[in-house]
């Protein structure tokens, strides 16, 4: 079946037509009942107000609210054809505790244009219902065009009532999305400073202990045996204290700290494998956590073109556009870098996701391969 520009079927008596028209015999059994609902409802918790019941209870029942849109949302696109996105969940405020939680479903304004839709449905259920039924009995020709009439009614107030309110509402969805990445990768992150500190300094330390120890109960019968595990210690302070400055290096560099992304990633660029030209056109620092997510992706990068690319050449290129930095990591390596083959990659593009970043690679086999990451300014 062909469909006209709004995506509906062509008007007419077909499979549509009687959709819509069971929708609206429908309406005011439904409206009734959200009527009642939300009279109750509303009713209840405000009269209870003054009372330690009524608040909760009145939150209580704004939460059924946002069930009840759910219902009609799904009526709605089952009849009408009307697809509206779910809006985000229900939000909470400042603590997790039961007052946070009533004061979030007070103020949730998804739940109050649910409680205003019931209102408004009643008389305008009753009107959809007889108009029907009377067009069912003695308006026959003019059935389909009342019955596409008042749908299109309907559809506008599921789109308008019932959907997320607006852009914001939409992006606070990702946000919480994104927010289970962000604790996930700050986990993963924690583990690898345990694991290294268990299995790198620490265990140097403990050896550089039990060595001075053995020196100690040997200085007095065999100082040249002594002396010797002294300065085998030495070289273990010194492997230690290597070990503490690369990881420290790793939560966050001091040159970063100091003296910013271009001599950051000139020193990143050097220890690379692969001759790289650094090129930063940047006209003051950004924030200091944008700093930081720059400096380790390009980080991350240049460890992939040292291990993998087989290049001659790589380039990082820093730039600012508006209120967004510019990242881009070159390299006329053998190509072929899919995010959806490998774990690095496609950690690296939800790091940037979750803070309102984008990351884009361009790699096709044979190469070359340019790396574009987009990332908030942020100052």
Request: charged share 20%; aromatic share 4%.
């Amino acid at each position: 079946m062909t469909t006209n520009s709004d995506g509906l079927a062509p008007i007419g008596f077909g499979a549509a037509m009687w959709k819509e028209i069971v929708h609206l015999l429908a309406n005011l059994p439904a409206a009734i009942a959200g009527f009642v609902y939300a009279t109750v409802t509303v009713a209840a918790g405000a009269g209870l107000s003054v009372t330690v019941i009524g608040l909760p209870l009145l939150a209580a029942g704004l939460a059924g609210a946002r069930v009840l849109g759910r219902m009609e949302r799904a009526r709605a696109r089952a009849l009408t054809g009307v697809r509206v996105e779910e809006p985000s969940r229900l939000p909470h405020g400042p603590g997790s505790g039961l007052p946070a939680r009533v004061w979030a479903a007070l103020i949730d304004p998804v739940a109050w244009r649910t409680v205003l839709f019931a209102f408004i449905r009643l008389p305008w259920g009753v009107l959809t219902f007889t108009v029907a039924v009377v067009a069912l009995v003695a308006l026959w020709p003019a059935l389909p065009y009342l019955a596409r009439a008042l749908t299109n009614v309907d559809r506008m107030m599921v789109r308008g009532l019932l959907g997320p309110s607006d852009e914001l509402e939409r992006r606070i969805a990702e946000l919480e999305a994104d927010r289970g990445v962000v604790v996930d990768t700050a986990a993963a992150d924690l583990r690898r400073i345990e694991r290294d500190l268990h299995d790198g300094a620490q265990a140097r330390l403990v050896n550089l202990a039990m060595g001075l120890g053995l020196a100690r109960e040997k200085a007095a019968e065999d100082p040249q045996a002594a002396a010797r595990m002294i300065e085998e210690a030495h070289g273990e302070v010194k492997l230690a204290l290597q070990e503490l400055r690369d990881l420290a290096r790793g939560i966050h560099p001091a040159v970063l700290t100091d003296r910013g992304l271009d001599a950051a990633l000139s020193a990143i660029a050097s220890r690379c494998t692969v001759p790289v030209t650094v090129t930063v056109d940047l006209p003051r620092r950004p924030a200091q956590a944008i700093e930081g997510i720059a400096y380790f992706t390009v980080s991350e990068l240049l460890q992939n073109v040292s291990k993998h690319s087989r290049a001659r050449h790589a380039a990082v290129d820093l730039w600012r556009t508006g209120d967004r930095l510019l990242i881009q990591v070159t390299d006329d390596g053998q190509g072929g870098a899919d995010p959806a083959t490998g774990t690095g990659l496609a950690g690296l593009s939800e790091r940037l996701h979750a803070v309102d970043g984008l990351f884009v690679v361009e790699s096709p086999p044979g190469g070359p391969t340019a790396v574009t990451a987009e990332l908030p300014w942020r100052t």
